[in-house]
């Protein structure tokens, strides 16, 4: 019994060396093969950092890198600002609300929306979705709902991103059972990250959220999150490890980056733009794309 505390604590100890400081990794494969890559992409834990999903433009302001967990203090990082959205040079696209399935039986990851036609918002009924919670993220604060069936939320602007719905919630007369700060911090560098970045400099945006409203329902969540335009899709879910364990790993991670803290902050990433960048003739070289490339005749 020593030896197998010995092994478990020697394991979990190793595992932690290679966290962030923001906690553990808890990112899983979004179920989208073939995505758009860039720099040393497709890497990372889930295969979300320098990706995007198939077909889209790849860079770093469209990248969704990772979910990580240190008790109940869930953070996402990505090249996307999570506080201000990005922009195309067409239009903004916002950010979008965390949803949490705690049963297992959500469904994300594959498109189940036939509408056509590209634009936001078209609404969608979690009857066919089957998440549990929503965190409704609004600016610095944030509160959460439980949902039903008969919930609503909002498509992704692309139809042909329709795999990354929803997006956002959209309130209706769902309970409100908790509330709190958001926690934004931007250009990050790729050290106090983990995740690989642009070699302009430190381009990495973490958001947190407090989700110990869970409660015992956090040990079997699932997270998923994008914003308004479904370029990127990422998904977190609880290892086995469970949150006694996930709270021993955070608390070990935190104590590795503080060594590793040390040492100098900046640390070369590997960006480069994907070759997908789809310019019509007569706008080459306007920098008027769309967020998949198109320039806006193409859209049409």
């Not at 039986?105 to 036939?114: C, N, P, V």
């Not at 944030?142 to 919930?151: C, F, I, P």
């Not at 006694?244 to 100098?264: E, K, M, N």
Request: proline share 5%; glycine share 14%.
């Amino acid at each position: 019994m020593y030896k197998l505390k010995l092994l478990v604590t020697g394991g979990l100890v190793a595992f932690a060396a290679t966290q962030l400081a923001f906690g553990v990794n808890i990112t899983i494969f979004d179920k989208l093969s073939g995505g758009s890559y860039f720099g040393a992409g497709p890497s990372g834990r889930g295969g979300e950092d320098q990706e995007v999903e198939p077909g889209n433009l790849a860079a770093q302001k469209w990248d969704l890198e990772g979910f990580n967990l240190t008790g109940t203090r869930l953070t996402l990082t990505g090249g996307y600002d999570f506080r201000t959205g990005v922009s195309d040079g067409i239009r903004n696209y916002r950010p979008g609300d965390i949803f949490i399935d705690v049963n297992g039986d959500a469904k994300w990851g594959t498109d189940i929306f036939t509408t056509r036609g590209d634009g936001s918002n078209k609404r969608l009924s979690n009857a066919d979705y089957k998440f549990d919670y929503v965190i409704d993220v609004e600016g610095p604060s944030y509160s959460v709902y439980k949902l039903t069936d008969s919930s609503q939320t909002g498509s992704v602007y692309f139809r042909q991103n329709d795999e990354s719905n929803p997006w956002r919630f959209i309130p209706g007369n769902e309970p409100k059972v908790a509330a709190g700060s958001v926690e934004y911090v931007s250009h990050l560098s790729n050290r106090q990250v983990g995740f690989m970045g642009d070699l302009n400099g430190p381009s990495h945006y973490t958001m947190s959220v407090d989700v110990g409203f869970l409660g015992p329902e956090l040990e079997s969540s699932l997270f998923k999150y994008t914003y308004e335009c479904g370029n990127d899709n990422l998904i977190g879910r609880v290892p086995d490890t469970g949150n006694a364990g996930l709270l021993l790993l955070g608390v070990l991670a935190v104590g590795f980056l503080a060594h590793r803290s040390l040492a100098p902050a900046s640390q070369p990433g590997c960006f480069a733009v994907c070759s997908r960048r789809r310019l019509h003739p007569t706008n080459a070289g306007s920098g008027q794309e769309d967020a998949r490339g198109r320039s806006p005749s193409d859209a049409s």
